[in-house]
């Protein structure tokens, strides 16, 4: 509300909820009578993000928006509610319905129809990684839409569902080994509820901004493992939810894609949280999980932001991972080039027809060469080394500190480097082998 004082200077006052019940009504049997859901809606001079109001005239296509978003408040945060209380059993709700509820949401998140075939999607979400789920929910973004889900705090709700699996089982882990079989509808539906917020923000730089300036109460949630580690813990009882879902990024359920993808396409996010503490937060998942692909994409993440180099970051990533060779080899696949009189290894084809075709190659494997591929005719002349990939790994990956499983692991054929750096011998094995 804009109005002007009289000594002539323009005053601006804001719609906002004081986050307070209204006193009794005078006279009220109860105490609680009338106001189970009223709040003091005041004008103040200060404009603050949370729960500001506004008051806008809608259009009718954009009123039947607000009335659907608003429909779906309620199951969301009927679901939320239900899983965060422990005395409620998981088997209360139907796990299919919420998982229904969500996915036609985040079909509303996007133009036209994404196509989702019918299937269990609770195997889906639970067997697939989340970088690969999250490219099944790919489309252009409804931002009319992503506006009102905000707008109506719809997005708040999915936020809290996020939330939900850690505040039942705090301080233990939601989804650890040994946890109930009853919490893998809520451990699917974790992925899906990180896929919702992917597409809420997609492309709609106001709701990343929300993302980034929105706080929540932890109430009687005990902080989540690694946050107050990491130095995101503050005052009020109230965290970031970007720091949020920065200490969940060790379960490998969408947050660290969630991240990355709003990391991807702020320019403010980016500035705040792409620190040299994070890369080494991502750096020591990958050395400790292995290169899972939600961990090797922030990396990508923050050295552009909408297709535009980020050199700052490129820098940093750089230095912090790449300059020192002993750290370079826990995080790395090198790619490596040795000369064909250093390494004797039989030629592989690189057409069909290649007069280097000798007895030596089985009919499969001259089938496995594609007739097209770029550099094709310097591939002909032979006018390069042999290339080859190698990495730190180890057939007990799982129980040691190497970067991976080895070649021998993976059952691929693997050759002593006969030149290693820094007399460290290393397995070689041919990029052909390795991708082909």
């Not at 996020?162 to 974790?190: D, H, V, W």
């Not at 002349?381 to 993976?410: H, K």
């Amino acid at each position: 509300h804009r109005f002007t004082l009289p000594a002539g200077r323009e005053q601006v006052l804001y719609l906002h909820n004081a986050e307070e019940r209204k006193p009794p009504r005078v006279g009220a049997a109860e105490e609680n009578e009338g106001i189970t859901r009223s709040f003091h809606a005041v004008f103040c001079t200060g404009r603050s993000v949370q729960d500001n109001l506004k008051a806008m005239l809608a259009r009718p296509i954009e009123l039947s928006r607000i009335n659907l978003a608003k429909a779906y408040l309620r199951p969301v945060y009927a679901y939320a509610m239900t899983l965060i209380d422990p005395a409620i059993p998981l088997t209360s709700q139907d796990p299919k319905l919420v998982v229904d509820t969500f996915l036609a949401l985040i079909e509303l998140q996007v133009k036209g129809s994404l196509g989702l075939k019918k299937q269990d999607w609770i195997r889906a979400a639970n067997d697939t990684m989340p970088a690969a789920f999250s490219k099944l929910f790919s489309g252009s973004p409804d931002t009319m839409f992503q506006d009102v889900c905000r707008d109506v705090k719809l997005v708040d709700a999915v936020f809290l569902a996020t939330l939900a699996a850690y505040r039942r089982t705090s301080p233990n882990m939601p989804f650890e080994a040994g946890a109930p079989p009853e919490m893998l509808p809520a451990k699917a539906l974790q992925k899906i509820s990180h896929v919702l917020l992917q597409r809420m923000a997609a492309g709609n730089a106001a709701s990343q901004s929300y993302f980034g300036r929105r706080k929540h109460h932890r109430g009687s949630e005990v902080m989540l493992p690694g946050a107050k580690a990491a130095g995101h813990e503050e005052a009020e009882g109230k965290a970031n939810w970007i720091d949020t879902m920065l200490s969940q990024l060790e379960d490998p359920l969408g947050a660290a894609v969630t991240v990355s993808a709003l990391l991807a396409t702020s320019d403010a996010l980016m500035k705040k949280y792409a620190t040299p503490d994070l890369v080494e937060k991502f750096k020591d998942m990958i050395d400790r999980l292995g290169p899972q692909p939600r961990l090797i994409a922030f990396f990508s993440a923050i050295c552009a932001i909408n297709g535009k180099p980020i050199k700052a970051n490129q820098e940093m990533v750089l230095r912090l991972l790449w300059m020192r060779p002993e750290e370079r080899i826990k995080s790395f696949l090198e790619v490596v080039p040795v000369s064909a009189s250093d390494l004797q290894t039989k030629p592989w084809p690189v057409i069909p027809g290649d007069p280097r075709q000798g007895p030596d190659h089985t009919d499969h494997e001259k089938a496995r060469f594609p007739p097209e591929f770029i550099g094709k005719d310097v591939a002909q002349e032979a006018s390069y080394l042999p290339v080859y990939v190698t990495w730190d790994g180890s057939e007990t990956w799982a129980t040691s500190g190497e970067l991976f499983f080895n070649a021998e692991y993976f059952g691929l054929e693997a050759h002593d480097d006969p030149n290693p750096p820094l007399s460290v011998p290393r397995r070689l094995v041919r990029i052909e082998h390795f991708l082909w």
